[in-house]
């Protein structure tokens, strides 16, 4: 079974704080990983994308793959009130579907 | 905004009734994915559809059902709703064939059986 395991949270934060979230998945021939951040009773937005080992940065958002660990992270630094949401992980093979974990969520206090 | 929209945005039923939610994709994109959220949960699965047909299949009953239209929009048809269909169901726009598959989502529909 294909299966996305996700730190469960919630997690707290102080403003200006690395906010770290973590995720693990089953299926090694996982092809593409993305997190999404969903404010509540909103719609899941994308907001990174990664496919190969190592690093990927985007403005304060950093994700961390590691295949043979089958692991990715999210790094968000300098956390804002505005970063508070639930972060969902997930994984696809590149072809239909996506697997979701069933998210963290972050709290990012003033 | 990822360009996707989904109407109604919410919706109340009876168990057993039926129930048809729609789905326009993004400009240029030919593949819509359906999801269901259900409180506290990641998105699942139910199906997607590719040039009008259906292209993969999450475990769902039969009696969730779908199409595509030729302009890529699509609908999300569920019949004899039970009281565990409450839930958000998401329809996600992408390009098929894109190897690195991304999937924008739409703002969702907010489904209540009662």
Redesign the interface.
């Known amino acids: 079974q294909k299966e ?1 395991e996700q730190n469960s949270g919630p997690l707290s934060v102080p403003e200006g704080a690395i906010a770290s979230l973590n995720c693990t998945y089953s299926d090694r021939v996982s ?2 990983f ?1 997190w ?1 951040r969903q404010y509540s009773g ?5 907001i990174m ?1 990664i ?1 190969s080992n190592g690093d990927k940065e985007d403005g304060r958002f950093t994700a961390q793959l590691n295949k043979a660990s089958q692991y990715v992270s999210l790094l968000i630094r300098d956390s804002q009130p505005s970063d508070s949401a639930t972060y ?1 992980c ?1 994984w ?12 963290t969520r972050l709290t990012v206090i003033p | 905004e990822t360009g996707v929209t989904q109407s109604p945005t919410h919706l109340i039923k009876t168990r057993g009734q039926q129930v048809t939610l729609r789905c326009s994709s993004q400009s240029g994109h030919n593949t819509v994915s359906w999801y269901q959220q259900a409180l506290g949960q990641g998105p699942q699965f139910i199906f997607q559809y590719y040039r009008e047909e259906e292209n993969g299949r999450g475990n769902f009953p039969p009696r969730f059902s779908g199409l595509q239209f030729p302009n890529y929009s699509s609908e999300l048809n569920v019949n004899a709703l039970e009281l565990d269909d409450s839930a958000l169901y998401l329809c996600a726009s992408s390009l098929a064939h894109q190897h690195n598959g991304e999937q924008y989502f739409g703002p969702g529909t907010r489904l209540t059986v009662t």
């Open positions: 996305v092809q593409s993305f999404y909103k719609s899941p937005e994308l994308s496919y969902l997930a696809g093979t590149g072809a239909n579907n996506l697997f979701f974990g069933t998210g």
